[in-house]
């Protein structure tokens, strides 16, 4: 049986503290262009889109489907433990994909196309690392 993944604190500037404080209150926040109504990933205040600065901040659902994924049987550091465990692409229900961990079930159990929803995993310090994990019916 793996150790459970690592929860390091991540590191915040002025850009992305409200998405980090947003994730300590179990909450999932993205950034939505206002000139182009772009869902804009990773938070930033400037749209990639359109290059427009009019950005402001919109909670998410948090359901999404696994786009892409690959199981890591290998790794060092505090991640050795843990292994094997699932990085993944999921495709949020509001348009963009993140990068991030499938947790809750085995490895070999995640599938492209899987419903999911997001988890958060205290880090401590607070903030939280969002996570996913199987959308039950």
Do not use: K
């Amino acid at each position: 049986m793996a150790a459970p993944l690592p929860v390091p604190a991540p590191e915040t500037n002025p850009e992305t503290e409200a998405f980090w404080q947003a994730t300590a209150e179990g909450r999932l926040l993205l950034p939505v262009c206002r000139d182009c109504d772009t869902v804009i990933w990773y938070p930033r205040t400037l749209c990639p889109a359109c290059r427009g600065q009019s950005v402001s901040w919109t909670e998410a659902s948090g359901a999404g489907t696994v786009y892409s994924f690959t199981v890591v049987h290998r790794s060092q550091g505090p991640w050795r433990e843990a292994a094997p465990y699932v990085i993944a692409y999921v495709e949020l229900a509001e348009g963009p994909r993140v990068m991030t961990n499938i947790i809750g079930c085995e490895p070999d159990a995640v599938f492209v196309g899987q419903p999911v929803r997001i988890v958060f995993c205290d880090t401590g310090e607070g903030r939280a690392l969002y996570r996913f994990e199987p959308a039950t019916p």
